[in-house]
């Protein structure tokens, strides 16, 4: 019987490995370990057998019955795996484009700080940062504006609410980047050239060319021998670093307690180029930065010698600046975080 075993076994798994499909497994499953299969009539026989013969045979017969188990989960396995790859062999189109990664981007206004800086650093600047909660002492008070003085209205101001001992509201959001000029000098001897970009913020209703936050980037220079036609040269060379040599910039006095003179620098307006419009109040020109002589009061107030050193100061928009350069009509674009509008840049 023994043979007999040996004889099915042989043959079921020569058969086995011939099965070219797998709807054929369970044909021979049952033609071997099936109720009437040849294996399972040979183990049914097994208890017929003379004693010495039997251990023999179920031991043979039971060894076979488990190879041929094996075997077959073996073969469903083959089979299984043939047809996932066979699978995957149809899916992939190689002429298919690939998935895209979507990748981020920078924010057009952090390109544009980056640029500006860029421009400035051409001239030999050094860029610096500084807080964007501020001391009253910084925002103002040694910016030449008191407590009281009208210019503070200048500012519309975001108060923190922290009150000192006395009633004081000596702490706000910084209104400018200006409290940095005084930052710098405190801790720097001339000669100093530096930008500050940063976040400011104003309590101010919002319009096409007004948010109530957005940046600034300041700029001071101070040394001896410093004149107004460093500063002009300075910001001409900055206008065509960043707009070209063929847009308009124009100069015209203006009022800042901490520079003397003070001037504002102006573009000519992209969409009207200057006739008028909406989008430049109907003057032709968009405002991107006020700038001036530092005061000497200012430069007293960080123990600088006013008849010795003399400096410029700026402070320009990169909001402005990127809405001219792009030819974007509403500043509250930028930080409305429409992805259709930010993807452009
Ligand atoms: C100042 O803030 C002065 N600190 C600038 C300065 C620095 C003058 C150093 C002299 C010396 P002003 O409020 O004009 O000035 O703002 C400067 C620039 O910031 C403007 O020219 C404009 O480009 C931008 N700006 C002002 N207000 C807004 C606003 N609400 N939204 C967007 N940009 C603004």
Known sequence: MTDQVQEIRSKALQELEALGDPQALEGWRISYLGRKGS??????????????????????????????????????????QQALSRKLGESIDVTLP???????????????????CQAFAQMGFQVVEGPEVEWDYYNFEALNIPQGHPARDMWDTLWIDYETEDGRHP?????????MQ??????????????????????????????????Q????????????????GTLYQFARLLFGPDRKVRFRCDYF?????????????????????RICGETGW?????????????LENVDYDPSVYTGFAFGLGPERIAMLKYGIDDIRLFYANDIRFLRQF
């Open 182 to 215: 005084i930052r710098v000098m405190e801790n720097n001897r001339p000669p100093i050239r530096v930008v500050v970009p940063g976040r400011v913020y104003r309590y101010e209703a919002t319009d096409a060319t007004h948010e109530s936050m957005f940046f």
């Open 171 to 179: 702490m706000l959001l910084r209104t400018h980047t200006s409290p």
């Open 257 to 277: 307690p901490f520079v003397e003179p003070g001037v504002d620098m102006s573009i000519d307006c992209f969409l009207c180029r200057g006739r008028g419009c």
């Open 98 to 116: 690939g998935h895209r990664v979507p990748l981020g981007r920078l924010h057009p206004i952090t390109q544009m700080l980056r640029e500006i």
């Open 286 to 298: 968009i405002e991107i930065m006020g700038a001036g002589m530092v005061h000497p009061k200012v």
């Open 39 to 80: 294996l399972t009539r040979l183990l049914r026989g097994v208890s017929s057998l003379p004693q010495e013969e039997r251990r023999l045979a179920g031991s043979a017969a039971n060894n076979a019955k488990r190879d041929l188990e094996s075997a077959l989960a073996r073969r469903e396995e083959d089979f299984k």
């Open 217 to 232: 980037v300041e700029g001071l220079a101070v040394d001896q021998g410093i004149t107004f036609a460093d500063l002009k």
